[in-house]
């Protein structure tokens, strides 16, 4: 059975300590009794302890730093008293004294570390830290007091591979692997300020080394809770598929939104909540919140703090109560971000689809322009691009709508993005449901593919786009390369480590198509952010778009209608 480091290291220190101090003491001390030496030591022990307060420390969490910290406090306290013990300042009495307090501390340490830690706490699992900073020795020291027992740290500073940080071997991230024969229990990532695409790196490079993976989470989250350990979270596929966009511009936004007010709807869904969070966080004046559903209305209510919020639960095809609400609040900048997205209920849902998104986002855009409000940014999708479903046409014809308003006082731009996630109706929550019910995980084709997006990066690019926006414009945001769908399905069971858990492909649904698309053809425009393009633009003669709007409500063959709308609309009903 192997002896713990730590203790090892405690014992010769202890030792080392103790026969310097007895060394120093009979070679340099006058000669006393010693009866009368013991006494003295004992008194002077305990004199130490009381006035350093050594009896507050919590041993259980204590570590060569701390007696460090100690011995060096006690060399300058043990300068001040002295001279009343011995009659002048001898280096070799300070010597003594100095040991004699590192042996004692030490002895306490190792005391409590064996006696109560070892025996209260067995060390059954092993953990690799990822990451030697500041992060990582906290969650090393936590872990002293757990079943886990900290096998390595791994850094990618060549400075300090291969040194030790409390006994704890710090080695790179290839020496791991090559120490891995046998699985590791657990890795923490503790890198709170790592990009996404690191910590992606990392569970590429290390996965087959470790039982589980957790994350710790970024600095601002974890600011908020004084025990690490508590916060570790298993690393998600949202952790693995995230991007962070590299010219996000905070200034931009800001600038957009601070001392605004501003009016979203859909503001309970995923999107429009998203929104509402990050006008929060650039100083918007007021929030007016729109919705149709109280819980999402009153949840997200719930989470704004510091900012003056309105809530109006209300439609956005009832246009005069809309006309209301802009004359009641006079927003500076209106989010439309509700509409029906799930493509299959949609198609189950012709007229609502129609009705809900195209009436709907006519009636907001309308209003905003009546009411001179100074800039209006509408949510699209990648369905609308080719589309060939109900819901990707409609919010085809919601663009054409926005882009063709423009020029009447108030600024109008679309913004184009594929799936985000995590979103309601999404399929991430839906798999996560179908694997902890024990599979299978449905995915309709093997080679389905989808863009993904965070929602707070998505959001953000968003109100960026908003801000560059001189009105007419169809942003599009960067969205990475597709992924497939089973591959992701795939991920998502590898991360939970059931791989009982199967996949079974069940066929395309009603207009959904293998792939997405979010340019209809190459002729876009650049910005000055590599994030964000512009699509080429699509005259729609707005008398006639009006018309063409109120004949799709009114007509039979409402397909029909969206293709005379929509040349581009090939209906893929099966």
Known sequence: MSIDKRILNFLVIIVLSFITFLWTFFIFHIPIDYKVIVGVILVRMIASRLILRD?????????????????????????????????????????????????????????????????????????????????????????????????????????????????????????????????????????????????????????????????????????????????????????????????????KIAEFISGKTILVTGAGGSIGSEICRQCEKYGAKKLVMLDHSEYNLYAINEEIKNVPTATVMQSITDKDALEKTFAKYRPDIVIHAAAYKHVPLVEANV???????????????????????????????????????????????????????????????????????GSSGSVIPKFKKQIEAGGPITVTHPDITRYFMLIPEACELVLQAGAIGSGGEIFILDMGEPIKIADLAQKMIELSGRDEVKIEFTGLRPGEKLYEELLIDESDAKTDYESITVAKPTMYALEKLNKDIKELLACEDKLQKLREIVPEFNHQPN
């Open 351 to 421: 007229y609502e689809g129609i009705y809900n998104n195209i009436m709907g986002t006519k009636n907001v855009i309308d209003t905003a322009i009546r009411h001179h409000v100074k800039k209006f940014v509408m949510i699209s999708t990648d369905k609308a691009v080719r589309p060939t479903n109900v819901m990707g046409t409609t919010k085809r014809i919601c663009e054409l709508y926005a882009q063709n308003s423009n020029g009447q006082g108030t600024d109008i731009v679309a913004v184009r993005f594929g799936n985000v996630l």
């Open 55 to 251: 009896y507050s420390l919590s041993w259980s969490k204590a570590s060569q730093k701390t007696f460090l910290i100690k011995s060096f406090v006690y060399v300058v306290a043990f300068l001040v008293y002295m001279p009343y013990f011995y009659g002048e300042v001898r280096f070799s009495f300070l010597v003594s004294e100095l040991f004699l307090y590192i042996f004692s501390i030490n002895f306490l340490m190792y005391a409590y570390y064996y006696f109560i830690n070892k025996s209260r706490v067995q060390k059954t699992k092993s953990v690799v830290i990822y990451g030697a900073g500041r992060a990582g020795i906290k969650l090393e020291s936590e872990f002293s007091d757990s079943e886990y027992r900290v096998r390595y740290f791994v850094d990618d500073d060549k400075v300090i591979q291969n040194r030790s940080i409390d006994s704890v071997k710090v080695v790179s991230a290839d020496e791991l692997k090559r120490k891995c024969k046998e699985k590791f229990d657990l890795l923490v990532i503790a890198m709170p300020s790592a990009e996404k695409s690191r910590i992606k790196e990392i569970y590429e490079e290390l996965n087959e080394c470790f039982s589980e993976i957790q994350v710790l989470p970024s600095l601002s989250e974890i600011l908020q809770e004084k025990d690490f350990s508590k916060q570790l979270k298993d690393i998600s596929v949202e952790d693995l598929l995230a991007r962070h966009p590299k010219d996000l511009d905070k200034e």
